[in-house]
């Protein structure tokens, strides 16, 4: 199980190898890997998470390897091509259209945030972890275009060794006060709030909650792990600088052995593959 043990022996979400130790809840800063993996993300809802890591390849073909300006000028026509049952993409993509087109509709929306909002796309997502104005701590954000790095709340670091602890749940669970405060920024920001968003952006598509929830584990908005794991900023094996620098990842790169452990303990029957990326 090598150095990710105390995670995967604690949390139901993760697994051992190159997915835990490369991925799940490593933060992304870039924003066209943070597109792409909110395009993945909204391709989740009614199917396994499996399912659409299985193929993020294929989608990153089809979708220009994420450039937001090429994949918001695709047209009718194109997603008439993806959709086409004997076309080059069927088995390579799930051909749901209403999906397909989020990816396009969201496209948009972000590009409309990269060039209107302070720090870009990344920018934007961060805020939702992050404190305005508060002091430095070990788990500040640097990103590209401000001049400081922004104040993450240590909320959003996990320091619970036991997943099923409230507070655990509270900040990693299914949902989260951080994946609601995202999903309304999402839908449409408060003009009210001071957003350059608010006046260059529709909803986006797909992107609710529970989603949202796993797209911040995923990227390391929120970071589930373990506190004595060493991909938790919070354990003492992270001092190296290599600790909280962001990650370049490749589509094709770091497949899981497999993405899903037990089920968790919720009235429903979800299972981790459905919730979390």
Known sequence: ?????????????????????????????????????????????????????????????????????????MTAADLDLLCDKEGP?????????????????????????????????????????????????????????????LARDPASVNNEEDHEAKAYQASFGQTSPFSDALARRLRCPDAASGSAAAATHAPFKYLGSITLQAFMLQCGMLNGHAPSCHCNPRSAAKSAPAATSPRKRSAAARTPSTTGGAKRKKARTTTTDDVFL
């Open 89 to 149: 993409w069927a088995g390579r993509l799930m051909q749901n259209r209403a999906k397909l087109a989020a990816i396009i509709h969201n496209a948009r929306q972000c590009l409309a945030i990269q060039g209107s909002e302070p720090g870009g796309l990344p920018g934007f997502i961060w805020r939702t972890v992050c404190l305005p104005d508060g002091p430095e701590t070990p788990f500040d954000v640097a990103l590209d275009g401000l001049e400081r790095p």
């Open 1 to 73: 199980m090598g150095r990710s043990g105390s995670c995967v022996r604690t949390m139901p979400c993760v697994t051992s190898g190159e997915y835990h130790d490369q991925v799940w809840g490593t933060p992304l800063t870039d924003a066209t890997q943070i597109f792409a993996q909110l395009s993945l993300a909204s391709q989740q809802a009614g199917v396994s998470w499996r399912i659409v890591w299985n193929k993020r390849a294929h989608y990153a073909a089809a979708f220009h390897d994420w450039d937001m300006a090429k994949v918001a000028a």
